[in-house]
């Protein structure tokens, strides 16, 4: 994902609920490195509740360039941290990030390699600074199909963070919509059995 198509984005997600809701002079809030950086002053109380962003055009951006997809891939881990700061600074309690499908198990075996080193390398390497902005970081997906070493990565992540009450981060790696609709039928499932859920609930 391209640094500059990202940061454009949140903000224009962030103007729009800003321009949509708001209409008038908003509330200001404290000075953040996002609001100095574009002069958009932000109200607190219209901020979106959950930012979801599906990752895409890495490879685009990189191929535009004359360089290999892989370096797109590499690039995004910036757009990913100014992201997360930038959720975490506004008090947005709630961030996922969709970064790896079931449809991207089908992608060159060299492509596939890189992005699993680089997803448990950047996990490995961001888990202190993150902690110390009080990030929880949450997995979902089909994390067994993931390679050993994601999987000790994401382990060690969600312990380390496990107490963490700032910014609810979510890292869907191996996700689909079908599994999505599986997990949720499952849990379903599970509640009417466990009679917390009566079958003709609404
Ligand atoms: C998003 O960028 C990253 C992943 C899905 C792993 P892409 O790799 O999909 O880049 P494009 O869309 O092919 O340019
Ligand atoms: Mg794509």
Not at 2 to 7: C, D, I, N, P, Q
Not at 27 to 34: G, K, Q, Y
Request: proline share 4%; glycine share 6%; charged share 20%.
């Amino acid at each position: 994902m391209k640094r500059t198509y990202l940061r454009i984005g949140l903000l224009q997600l962030l103007a729009g609920l800003l321009f949509s809701f708001n209409v008038g002079a908003p509330t200001s809030i404290p000075s953040t490195t996002l609001e100095q950086e574009t002069s958009i002053q932000l109200a607190p109380d219209k901020l979106p509740e959950h930012v979801a962003i599906i990752m895409d055009g890495n490879g685009r951006w990189a191929t535009k360039q004359g360089k290999p997809r892989v370096f797109g891939h590499q690039n995004a881990i910036q757009s990913v941290k100014e992201v997360v700061e930038g959720c975490a600074e506004l008090g947005i309690p709630y961030l996922t990030l969709y970064a790896f499908s079931t449809e991207n198990w089908e992608r060159p075996q060299a492509e596939v390699a890189y992005l699993m080193q680089l997803i448990s390398t950047t996990i490995d390497n961001e888990l202190e600074e993150l902690i110390q902005k009080n990030v929880r970081i949450h997995f979902i997906g089909d994390l067994a199909r993931l390679p050993q070493r994601c999987q000790a990565s994401i382990q060690k992540a969600r312990q380390a963070s496990q107490h963490n009450q700032g910014l609810q981060l979510t890292i869907a790696l191996s996700y689909s919509g079908r599994w999505d609709l599986l997990e949720a039928t499952k849990a379903i499932a599970q509640a009417v059995k466990d009679g917390n859920l009566a079958p003709q609930a609404n």
